[in-house]
């Protein structure tokens, strides 16, 4: 039994580590992304994210880092990377984040945004300039999806041959990217994180929709108010009949008489038994 065990025992391990193994290469294929060649979280520490992406902690000095999107739940955001939607860096003028780019390509740079303190629009809104070109032109991130969900700004861009080709504009490249956020006359710019990846944007781990997620969301809040609603009915209820209990008048309560399903025989059936005892003892005493 003991062998025989035992080479179950690999039997299932050696299954186990199979599945493991295509487990695993199925997810990289199905998730797999270009070369990162930069990567930080912006206003934050060291992460790394559900795809693998490892952002570095924020290096800049200028401006300021914040964390208070901590208070809120970022919407579209896989969970274990809340992290990168709520810290951020803002600042009260214009700020850039300088990348060296070493060889021609195909590039993708991805901004992630959240808006974590405006609830309404045209409060916040700033430009990103990529070098000399403007690649997002006035974001307001409250406007585009509200308060406390992710957005990304994807910009495609390619390097050959000392230029620069963005948005299908072209100018001189020296090999370092400044991605600047620049201020207008609503409030400061502000970035959660940034990456760089070096391929197309076919290759990018993407967001949910943000319909699907709208829909979801509703969904989730209709089944909360249900329930509350069948919370505040059941509770109603049971108010109700604790209510009738306390109230019930004194005179309804009915105090059984412990006599008055005696039968009066049965009341009278000592005493005779008792004259029946008495009457031979007295008879004897008499004879005495």
Same mark, same amino acid.
């Given at each position: 039994?003991?062998?025989?065990?035992?080479r179950?025992?690999?039997?299932?391990?050696?299954?186990?580590?199979?599945?493991l193994?295509?487990?695993?290469?199925?997810?990289?294929?199905?998730?797999?992304?270009?070369?990162?060649i930069?990567?930080?979280?912006?206003?934050?520490?060291?992460?790394?994210? #559900?795809?693998?992406?490892?952002?570095q902690?924020?290096?800049?000095?200028?401006?300021?880092?914040?964390?208070?999107g901590?208070?809120?739940t970022?919407?579209?955001a896989p969970?274990?990377d809340?992290?990168?939607y709520?810290t951020?860096r803002?600042?009260?003028s214009?700020?850039?984040?300088?990348?060296?780019?070493?060889s021609?390509?195909?590039?993708?740079?991805?901004?992630?945004?959240?808006?974590?303190?405006?609830?309404?629009?045209?409060?916040?809104?700033?430009?990103v300039?990529?070098?000399?070109?403007i690649? #997002?032109?006035?974001?307001?991130?409250?406007a585009?999806?509200?308060?406390g969900?992710?957005?990304?700004?994807?910009?495609?861009f390619?390097?050959?041959?000392?230029i620069?080709t963005?948005?299908?504009?072209?100018?001189?490249?020296?090999g370092?990217?400044n991605?600047?956020?620049?201020?207008?006359?609503?409030?400061?710019?502000?970035?959660?994180?940034?990456?760089?990846?070096k391929?197309?944007?076919?290759d990018?781990?993407?967001?949910?929709?943000?319909?699907?997620?709208?829909?979801q969301?509703?969904?989730n809040?209709d089944d909360?108010?249900?329930?509350m609603?069948?919370?505040?009915?059941?509770?109603?209820?049971?108010q109700?009949?604790?209510?009738?209990?306390?109230?019930?008048p004194?005179?309804?309560l009915?105090?059984?008489?412990?006599?008055?399903s005696?039968d009066p025989s049965?009341m009278l059936?000592?005493?005779i038994?008792?004259?029946?005892?008495?009457?031979?003892i007295?008879f004897?005493?008499?004879?005495?």
């Amino acid at each position: 039994m003991d062998v025989l065990g035992r080479r179950l025992c690999l039997h299932l391990e050696s299954r186990y580590f199979i599945f493991l193994i295509a487990l695993i290469l199925h997810v990289t294929s199905s998730h797999g992304i270009g070369e990162i060649i930069y990567a930080v979280n912006c206003g934050g520490g060291a992460h790394v994210d #559900v795809y693998g992406i490892h952002y570095q902690k924020d290096p800049l000095n200028i401006g300021v880092p914040s964390d208070h999107g901590k208070v809120l739940t970022i919407r579209r955001a896989p969970p274990p990377d809340q992290i990168l939607y709520q810290t951020e860096r803002y600042h009260t003028s214009n700020f850039a984040y300088s990348v060296p780019i070493r060889s021609d390509g195909d590039y993708v740079l991805v901004m992630k945004f959240s808006e974590v303190w405006f609830t309404e629009p045209n409060r916040k809104i700033f430009d990103v300039q990529m070098n000399d070109h403007i690649v #997002v032109d006035h974001l307001d991130i409250f406007a585009t999806v509200g308060l406390g969900v992710a957005h990304d700004e994807i910009i495609p861009f390619s390097v050959k041959n000392g230029i620069l080709t963005v948005n299908k504009e072209a100018s001189t490249f020296n090999g370092v990217l400044n991605i600047e956020f620049v201020k207008l006359m609503h409030d400061n710019p502000k970035v959660n994180a940034i990456y760089i990846m070096k391929g197309s944007v076919d290759d990018l781990p993407l967001l949910p929709p943000l319909q699907s997620m709208e829909h979801q969301h509703q969904y989730n809040e209709d089944d909360e108010e249900e329930e509350m609603m069948q919370q505040d009915s059941s509770s109603s209820r049971h108010q109700q009949s604790n209510q009738q209990k306390r109230r019930r008048p004194v005179s309804e309560l009915k105090v059984s008489d412990p006599y008055a399903s005696e039968d009066p025989s049965s009341m009278l059936l000592p005493v005779i038994i008792a004259v029946a005892a008495f009457v031979p003892i007295v008879f004897c005493l008499c004879r005495l």
